[in-house]
């Protein structure tokens, strides 16, 4: 597609259950970004891949959450035992080469609520 | 810890009129700086960068950069009512060339 994809837009979960957020980048771009944003914050960065490996993954708040990119393309953000601190947009960003070099492209994001 | 501080608003400018929005980072090493626009509901998206000490002009739009004090800006000359949004300012980690370090954004309104 033209632009990064997020799917779904909307997400509403029960605590406790899991849930996967997937991303499909701009074809070509190798840089792929979670962040989350919570209302009034900016974004915060959960974890960086490139191609296929994650670079840093240093954001991510604990072990429940998990994010892969098996193929170097689509990305997908696990998250277990969901709790409802955990509600926020979460956005993908891509971008042809490390975001400080070059524009991130984000997708719409998709907004998680745990009720 | 690396921080970026931006006065959160709402900035309320008339039409027409320039207004002028601020952000001070924390990392003496950070080389690159953006400029993000987001509407309520939407994703950011890039207004400008500014990698330079001094000015940057991309049509109604300046980037501003002072590495010594640590401060950069934006300007929006002839300010529309379309551009009412958050703008994020965003630098990059002197560690890294890919984490970025984000603002809270501040909120723009203009006027009609």
């Known amino acids: 597609g033209a632009g990064v994809s997020q799917t779904p837009s909307n997400k509403v979960t029960e605590k406790g259950k899991y849930v996967e957020l997937r991303c499909d980048p701009i074809s070509g771009h190798t840089a792929l970004y979670w962040y989350r944003q919570s209302l009034g914050q900016g974004p915060e960065f959960l974890i960086y891949f490139q191609g296929t490996g994650a670079a840093d993954d240093s954001g991510l708040p604990n072990d429940r959450f998990f994010a892969v990119r098996p193929e170097g393309s689509v990305s997908t953000l696990k998250i277990q035992r969901t709790e409802r601190g955990d509600s926020a947009v979460y956005l993908c960003?891509?971008?042809?080469?490390?975001?400080?070099?070059?524009?991130?492209?984000f997708g719409q994001g998709t907004r998680l609520t745990v009720v | 810890q690396k921080e970026v501080e931006q006065n959160s608003g709402p900035l309320s400018v008339p039409e027409g009129a320039i207004a002028s929005l601020n952000c001070t980072y924390s990392d003496r090493g950070s080389q690159s700086f953006f400029w993000y626009r987001q509407y309520s509901g939407k994703s950011p998206e890039l207004i400008m960068f500014i990698y330079s000490n001094g000015d940057k002009e991309d049509g109604r739009f300046t980037a501003q950069l002072n590495k010594a004090s640590q401060y950069v800006s934006l300007l929006i000359r002839d300010s529309q009512p379309s551009d009412s949004a958050t703008y994020l300012c965003?630098?990059?980690?002197?560690?890294?060339?890919?984490?970025?370090?984000w603002g809270a954004g501040t909120k723009l309104i203009i006027k009609p």
């Open positions: 960003a891509s971008s042809p080469g490390p975001a400080g070099n070059t524009e991130a492209f």
């Open positions: 965003a630098v990059a980690s002197g560690d890294s060339n890919y984490q970025l370090i």
